[in-house]
């Protein structure tokens, strides 16, 4: 199995940029993973019960060749690779690496829910797919991603941190980065 997997990165422990750019390397470097597209980096607002500072947030897409079950295993080493703390559940995060989309699937099995649960509710995933692709549609509710967001108030806040030049991640590797990461 292939396809095409949107990937949610955030980080709001230590240097928080250092530790987005050093886990999309990491998966850029696996050899099933081919780079397609990066968005921008976004700061947001922690969607907690628990105090904690704010995240930097930002999507990921790839081409992966394998399933999506041996992607999120991949994911989880990266993220235990770099430190992540399992301790608190909703709490400070090294490391956050979620499958957001793993092409049009809509997958229900334990451990693993595509499309992400929760992306439909949450800014810190919709607006980074969304600058990648303003037309994404949720594969679950056939409704476009678009919608969720205008439909979420202002609690949660986001502000653009910056772009992230593809090459800082390694996707020459894939000899494919597009002109500033983006599309
Ligand atoms: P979190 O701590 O919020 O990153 O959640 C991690 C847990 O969510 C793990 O136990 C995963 O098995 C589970 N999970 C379910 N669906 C997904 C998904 N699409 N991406 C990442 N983790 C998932």
């Known amino acids: 199995m292939a396809g095409v997997a949107y990937i949610g990165v955030g980080s709001n422990v230590g240097d928080a940029f250092e530790n987005c750019l050093q886990g999309m390397r990491a998966v850029i470097d696996n050899e099933r993973a081919t780079f397609v597209a990066l968005s921008s980096l976004y700061r947001t607002s922690p969607v907690s019960p628990v105090v904690q500072s704010d995240f930097l947030n930002c999507a990921l897409k790839i081409a992966w060749r394998g399933t999506p079950r041996e992607l999120l295993s991949f994911l989880q080493e990266v993220e235990a690779a770099l430190g992540r703390d399992r301790g ?23 451990g693993l829910t595509i499309p992400h649960p929760r992306l439909h509710q949450r800014k ?51 000899g494919d980065a597009p002109e500033g990461g983006g599309g």
């Open 88 to 110: 608190v559940r909703f709490g400070p995060r090294t490391l956050d690496l979620d499958i957001l989309f793993f092409d049009d699937l809509v997958l229900d099995t334990p």
């Open 124 to 174: 810190f995933a919709l607006v980074p797919c969304l600058e990648i692709d303003p037309g994404l549609v949720h594969p679950r509710f056939g409704r476009p991603l678009a919608e969720y967001l205008r439909e979420l108030g202002d609690e949660q806040k986001i502000a653009p941190f910056g772009k992230v030049p593809a090459d800082r991640i390694g996707s020459a590797k894939a």
